[in-house]
């Protein structure tokens, strides 16, 4: 069963002279399993449509159904709702309180009314989820552990929940890029080995085109666009991308820049392996049409540094390359 | 529930109102809390009554938010008219076994009421068209004579500056907070007295521990900038009397002073 969203509007300070629109009509579908990436500029409503997706925001205008319940109406289990639907705000390692690491990841299920033989197990599972060893950690205080350490244990603290539906609002702020290709990683093992489906806000649009299948793009608290990756960063989208202060992944750029040079790509293509791939099939056969006939594996290497040094000698402004 | 905090409840402007000079409506404040209390009959409460609602629709803010501003007196009112009505010694209007109501206590539980609420409303129309920053100048502006005494006036005003200026910045973190533990399915409305409290643990615990790091922060940010003391700075808005300024804090004193002359 999915999350279904239905022409959502929300106003923060509605009724006052301080009122800012937020949402203006949002529709969209979470399907069960899925992994859905949620981009757009800042203030384009990503946080607060998060924020509706487990009712800790009830829709005033629009509606909200988790699995075939609506949010809006009487009579809602939230705690059930929670349960379903885990929320990880950005920076959630400023919402860890406990003396030890084992209590901050045993208050959901805690307050889900577990007793401790399941609550112990749902720490150690959501631990290890997180890739956190239990047995050195457990009896830490969150306050002592390292930024990334921190920031997995308030994402072991929502799994622990056992959602199936997991939200995350920029969960790699402020990490390095090891710890973010890292968490990314725990996200993929999560969503392909557990089958939950994900809701990723995220500015990082690599990481968009590599783990997404569905890409959402918010803009002023519209659906600007939605699709496949492939379709929504491929190039007949880049002028949209642009106009919205989104850049396309480095592959697509690269692919764009190639294609502007006159080699014969194909525009869709978004993720760094396709590109890479492509890139070399297309360099065998520009070099093949060339007289000097080569062995394949040093054409394939030769074509690859000749892709990279294309891209680099003349950059485009305002393109990071 | 959260947002109800009446702290920080500016709301931005270009009325008249807005644009007098915050010391006028801070001295006028002062005024109205020592003319209220002058004042004693009817007459000169309605007086005030349309003073204050002649200023509040010349803000333009909605009387709504006015009359929120009363909200927090309400406990203080209810209960002061409680102890007049009921112990308050006179002709009796209702005896009830020991318990007798006096007429003179309705009335003087009436009056008393009536001061606070003109009174609150005052308060509030005064901070609902300040700005927090033109405030706090003005109450350092207030103080400045009390620096011969040795009242640090200007550390004390940029210190008041500061917090008001971090009373959004946490609450906001607040709201976050709550909403985070609230994912994780905290439950903070229901059970009884000492749960509730216990509830609060998540949520106090972080936001402590964010309070101080901001506050590291910001003394290393204002370190970084070679701040040394508050005293002799320059501001970049410095409010300047206006004639305007003169006329409404002349034209008030002098309708205060014919009202507490004329009904004191």
Not at chain 2, 96 to 124: F, K, M, N, Q
């Amino acid at each position: 069963m999915p999350i279904v969203v239905k022409d959502l509007h929300y106003t923060y300070n509605a009724g006052t002279p301080l009122a800012t629109p937020a949402l203006r009509g949002v529709s969209l579908t979470v399907a069960d399993g899925e992994f859905v990436a949620l981009v757009g500029p800042v203030g384009a409503g990503k946080s607060t449509l998060l924020q509706h997706l487990n009712g800790l925001i009830v829709p005033p205008a629009g509606a909200v159904w988790v699995d075939g319940q609506d949010l809006g109406g009487r009579g809602v289990d939230w705690r059930a709702v929670r349960r379903r639907v885990g929320l990880v705000f950005q920076y959630p390692e400023q919402q860890l309180f406990a003396d030890t690491v084992y209590d901050d990841v045993a208050f959901g299920p805690r307050n889900l009314g577990l007793d401790e033989t399941a609550v112990a197990r749902r720490v150690r599972e959501a631990m290890a989820a997180m890739g956190l060893d239990y047995d050195s950690l457990k009896g830490r205080s969150p306050f002592t552990l390292s930024g990334g350490e921190q920031r997995r244990v308030a994402l072991a603290g929502v799994l622990a929940l056992g959602p199936r539906y997991l939200l995350l609002d920029e969960p790699t702020a402020g990490l390095d890029p090891v710890g973010r290709r890292e968490l990314f990683e725990l996200l993929v093992r999560l969503h392909r080995e557990q089958g939950v489906a994900v809701v990723l806000v995220t500015h990082d649009l690599e990481a968009v085109a590599r783990l997404a299948e569905k890409v959402v793009v918010l803009a002023g608290g519209r659906v600007a666009l939605a699709g496949p990756p492939e379709e929504v960063l491929g190039a007949s989208r880049r002028a949209d991308l642009k106009a919205l202060a989104l850049d396309a992944p480095a592959a697509a750029q690269l692919v764009d820049h190639l294609r502007r040079r006159g080699w014969d790509l194909p525009g869709n293509l978004v993720r760094d392996e396709e590109v890479a791939a492509a890139i070399a099939r297309a360099a065998a056969q520009r070099l093949a049409r060339a007289s000097r006939p080569q062995a394949p594996g040093a054409l394939a290497g030769r074509a690859e540094a000749q892709g990279r040094s294309d891209a680099s000698g003349r950059r485009e402004r305002g393109q990071p390359c | 529930m959260l947002r109800d905090i009446a702290l920080g409840q500016f709301i931005p402007g270009r009325s008249p109102l807005h644009r007098v000079d915050a010391r006028v409506k801070l001295l006028v404040g002062l005024a109205l809390a020592a003319v209220v209390f002058v004042v004693d009959g009817w007459a000169g409460y309605g007086a005030l009554a349309v003073y204050l609602l002649a200023a509040a629709l010349l803000s333009g803010v909605p009387l709504a938010f006015v009359a929120r501003g009363l909200r927090p007196v309400l406990w203080l009112v209810a209960l002061t008219v409680i102890f007049h009505v009921l112990f308050t010694p006179g002709t009796p209007l209702v005896a009830l076994g020991p318990v007798l109501i006096s007429a003179e206590g309705v009335d003087a539980a009436g009056r008393l009421a009536t001061r606070l609420l003109l009174l609150a409303a005052g308060a509030s129309l005064v901070t609902l068209t300040t700005s927090p920053i033109a405030l706090t100048d003005a109450l350092e502006w207030l103080l400045r004579p009390g620096q011969r005494l040795g009242l640090p006036a200007p550390e004390l005003a940029m210190m008041t500056t500061m917090a008001l200026r971090f009373v959004p910045v946490l609450l906001e973190e607040l709201d976050r907070i709550v909403k985070a533990q609230r994912a994780r399915g905290a439950d903070f409305e229901t059970g009884g007295a000492l749960r509730r409290v216990r509830a609060l643990v998540p949520v106090l615990v972080p936001l402590l521990v964010s309070a101080f790091r901001r506050a590291d922060d910001l003394a290393t940010a204002m370190e970084a900038r070679c701040w040394q003391r508050a005293a002799g700075r320059t501001r970049w808005r410095s409010a300047r009397w206006e004639r305007r300024d003169w006329l409404v804090l002349g034209g008030t004193l002098v309708f205060f002073t014919v009202l507490g002359w004329r009904f004191g």
